[in-house]
């Protein structure tokens, strides 16, 4: 009985002394797994900050794409703006050199007319004497006057050639407005070798009347004979005094019957 129990307690011992070998063990496997344990805690934690600058840098990079970009688009912009802006000059430096190629040729021309309208200006001025001298004797000194002036201008070396052309024209016009107006003055003309004093009645270019300022004496221009012919005084001395006021705009305007040498038929 003693053997046993003692045997007993021995194993009981053992069991204790194992128990305290395993604990001791696992004690030290626990500290051996802390140690790994603050490693591994080391590393994630460098990891940690290394993720954190790489994050850093790829935002720090996205940012700096995104201006980039930004940039971009503004540089892209301007370079449309730019692009169009150059094409409309292009169009303005083709329209230019149109016209410089026009005032080239403009300008080689010049001296064929420079050349060439002097003589037209005197074919002009020769012609519109003529038609003068076979025109109704009105305004005769003021006629011959205006032509002697532009033939003055056209001779004179320190007039432009413009202002020359323009005398002319001038004239053209004078000449031209006679056709379509009327008016009367006081004059002095030759009837049958005797000068009178008489007034002027124009009818535009169709009809040149007179009469004398006692008014005992009518008549009228006939272009055909070229001289002054007196009319019958009970048949227009009424109408000439009538057409005399009128043209005067002393009467209002009406139909008189006056002396109108009838038309001929173009030759």
């Known amino acids: 009985m003693k053997n046993r129990r003692i045997t007993n307690l021995g194993m009981t011992a053992i069991a204790v002394l194992a128990s305290c070998v395993v604990s001791t063990t696992q004690a030290a496997e626990i500290l051996v797994d802390s140690s790994i344990l603050d490693r591994a805690m080391d590393v994630i934690g460098s990891k940690n900050s290394d993720s954190a600058a790489t994050q850093e840098e790829i935002s720090r990079l996205a940012n700096s794409a995104s201006s980039t970009f930004e940039e971009f688009k503004r540089e892209n912009d301007n370079l449309e703006?730019?692009?169009?802006?150059?094409?409309?000059?292009?169009?303005?430096?083709?329209?230019?050199e149109e016209n410089i190629e026009a005032l080239d040729q403009s300008i080689a021309n010049v001296e064929v007319v420079t050349r060439e309208i002097p003589l037209l200006m005197n074919k002009m001025l020769s012609s519109i004497e003529q038609f003068i001298s076979l025109d109704y004797p009105f305004h005769v000194d003021e006629r011959?006057?205006?032509?002697?002036?532009?033939?003055?201008?056209?001779?004179?070396?320190?007039?432009?050639i413009a202002e020359k052309f323009r005398?002319?024209?001038?004239?053209?016009?004078?000449?031209?407005?006679?056709?379509?107006?009327t008016e009367t003055y006081p004059d002095t003309i030759v009837i049958e070798g005797v000068e009178r004093d008489v007034n002027i009645a124009r009818i535009g270019r169709v009809?040149?009347?007179?009469?004398?300022?006692?008014?005992?004496?009518?008549?009228?221009?006939?272009?055909?004979?070229?001289?002054?012919?007196?009319?019958p005084a009970g048949d227009y001395r009424t109408a000439i005094q009538s057409a005399i006021r009128v043209a005067s705009q002393l009467d209002a305007p009406r139909i008189i019957e006056l002396p109108v040498l009838a038309p001929e038929s173009a030759q």
């Open 81 to 96: 703006a730019l692009l169009v802006l150059n094409a409309g000059f292009r169009k303005s430096i083709s329209i230019q």
């Open 144 to 160: 011959a006057n205006r032509i002697a002036f532009a033939r003055a201008a056209i001779e004179n070396p320190d007039v432009s």
């Open 167 to 181: 005398q002319v024209l001038v004239m053209y016009q004078t000449e031209n407005s006679y056709g379509r107006t």
């Open 207 to 231: 009809a040149l009347m007179y009469q004398t300022t006692d008014r005992q004496v009518t008549g009228a221009w006939d272009n055909n004979t070229r001289e002054w012919v007196e009319l």
